[in-house]
């Protein structure tokens, strides 16, 4: 076990102290709304010893600290996922009015760090406030995480969050602390990459007076001899400290991958404005073309980039197999299908089943779950589209939770050979309305075969359908002429590719449009 500020395992924090209380609070709510799944620690449990209380958390693997140490530095693509997840953390808080505080490499953590795409989880919770009440905090972590309005004191909100994360994108990237660790330096340092502070923070700040004199316009920073701390402190120099400019420093800095330099500066300098007010939100971060999730992933929907020779090569794993690879409450009770992108298996997990997939190849999994969350958001579980519950990691990789079902369609025609009309009609205004709800989102599903159509229940008097395996969805505006759908070799005993489920605009390397999955249906 280890304490929960030392970084990975499964946290154990000791002596609660009020803020520890506080602490518990939040995890608890933040539990109840599921945003373990939106990069934020899952909370197990509380419990007392003779120390003091305990909290557990999920079984993590090392710091953002470790990770660097280990691959230093990190390739911008991982750089990249980094940012996107700890930014939807961000905005998990924001949308509650709460400021982390206490943001830092070492607060960030790596689930399993030889898994790609990364996935990280945002940890301690401690220093965790209402924005409303950030003048509480007396000092926030180290001065070369400090933004210029928590050095100056001049009020701060939400985009401090912001600010130290640009902190860590720089640190991750370039290697080295884009800031010293003494509060005048660190001005001094923003002064020479960023620019000044803004005259409206300068005004504001009860410290501003230790650090800047008047001028004739404006303010001046003070001489490094007048700042009592700093006489007292032998000066290091700061490799950032040779540079005019952020940008200057970065292209120095940086000896690959110039292709992405240009959108990762860019985000950087916005993380990094000295305007708080002007500073990107989270939002505006998972937007930005640096992490946008159509413009990193453009390659998935390109032509002819549904299907690899790497996922060929995934043989299917037996209902055995895959119950050593779950964690232990889960228990595989029956293989469901084999699709094109994975396995789907029905489990019992304690007191409930569920179905969980298991894809054949990573490529696409962190895609299709953020896909599928989208769709949980938006209400689209109603609409005959699979109920995502949760992603799992396991030593095969992510693995999707969802809703339990009993058989596939497939199987479901070959138990009763020729279905009644009525449950044929069901079926198909089932199938449409699930269609109709991927069309309100610009989606086309692709891959609308019998192993993707899901029996809720067996019992039930009328077959109650959910279409599944969203690994193949595309945009409907990067749908392209000529584009291959519905290969189907991924499995033995599937063939390369059924004519069947084609469609005639495909053949005629037409247009490919909503009308794809519709001739599916039919």
Excluded at 38 to 50: G, H, K
Excluded at 138 to 149: C, I, Q
Excluded at 375 to 393: E, T, W, Y
Aim: proline share 5%.
């Amino acid at each position: 076990m280890f304490d929960q500020r030392l970084g990975s395992g499964c946290g154990r924090q000791a002596a609660l102290s009020h803020a520890g209380h506080q602490e518990i609070a939040l995890l608890q709510e933040l539990m109840e709304e599921r945003m373990d799944q939106q990069n934020i620690v899952r909370f197990i449990e509380v419990f007392d010893t003779r120390l003091g209380g305990a909290m557990v958390f999920e079984l993590l693997d090392m710091s953002l600290v470790g990770l660097v140490n280990k691959y230093n530095p990190l390739p911008l693509p991982d750089i990249f996922t980094i940012v996107q997840q700890v930014a939807t953390a961000l905005g998990v808080l924001r949308e509650r009015s709460l400021v982390h505080c206490d943001l830092k490499m070492d607060n960030v953590m790596v689930v399993n760090h030889s898994e790609r795409p990364l996935h990280v989880k945002l940890i301690d919770f401690g220093l965790t406030m209402p924005t409303s009440e950030t003048y509480k905090l007396l000092t926030v972590h180290h001065a070369m995480y400090r933004p210029p309005e928590v050095i100056l004191d001049s009020g701060w909100n939400e985009g401090l969050d912001v600010w130290c994360l640009g902190v860590m994108m720089s640190q991750m990237w370039l290697w080295f602390h884009l800031f010293p660790n003494v509060e005048y330096e660190v001005l001094r340092v923003m002064h020479k990459l960023l620019g000044p502070p803004p005259d409206l923070i300068l005004s504001k700040g009860s410290n501003t007076m230790k650090f800047y004199r008047p001028g004739p316009i404006g303010w001046d920073l003070r001489a490094r001899e007048d700042i009592k701390d700093c006489v007292k402190a032998k000066r290091e120099e700061n490799y950032s400290e040779s540079f005019a400019s952020l940008r200057e420093l970065a292209m120095d800095a940086v000896q690959e991958d110039k292709v992405n330099t240009e959108p990762a500066l860019d985000l950087l300098e916005k993380l990094l404005d000295m305007d708080m007010n002007n500073r990107i939100t989270p939002k505006q971060i998972l937007q930005h073309r640096a992490i946008c999730f159509e413009k990193r992933e453009a390659l998935d929907n390109s032509p002819n980039s549904d299907h690899s020779e790497e996922e060929d090569e995934h043989k299917p794993l037996t209902c055995l197999e895959i119950n050593d690879i779950l964690p232990e409450e889960y228990v595989v009770t029956t293989m469901l299908a084999l699709g094109k992108f994975g396995q789907f298996v029905k489990c019992k997990n304690i007191d409930k089943f569920v179905t969980i997939k298991v894809p054949h190849s990573n490529n696409r999994t962190q895609r299709e779950v953020r896909l599928l969350q989208k769709i949980l958001d938006a209400g689209m579980d109603h609409r005959n589209i699979v109920k995502f519950i949760d992603s799992i990691q396991t030593s095969h990789g992510t693995m999707l939770v969802m809703e339990s079902f009993d058989v596939n369609l497939s199987a479901y025609l070959d138990m009763y050979h020729a279905l009644p009309l009525g449950h044929i009609q069901t079926i198909v205004k089932q199938m449409a309305t699930a269609l109709q709800a991927l069309e309100c989102k610009s989606l086309i599903h692709t891959g609308v075969i019998p192993e993707n159509i899901f029996i809720c229940s067996l019992t039930a008097q009328s077959p109650r359908i959910k279409l599944a395996d969203f690994g193949s969805v595309i945009r409907k505006k990067k749908a392209k002429a000529g584009m291959r759908v519905q290969q189907l070799a991924t499995s033995p005993g599937v063939q390369e590719f059924n004519p069947h489920w084609g469609h005639t605009r495909k053949h005629l390397h037409l247009q490919s449009d909503r009308t794809i999955s519709q001739n599916q249906t039919g």
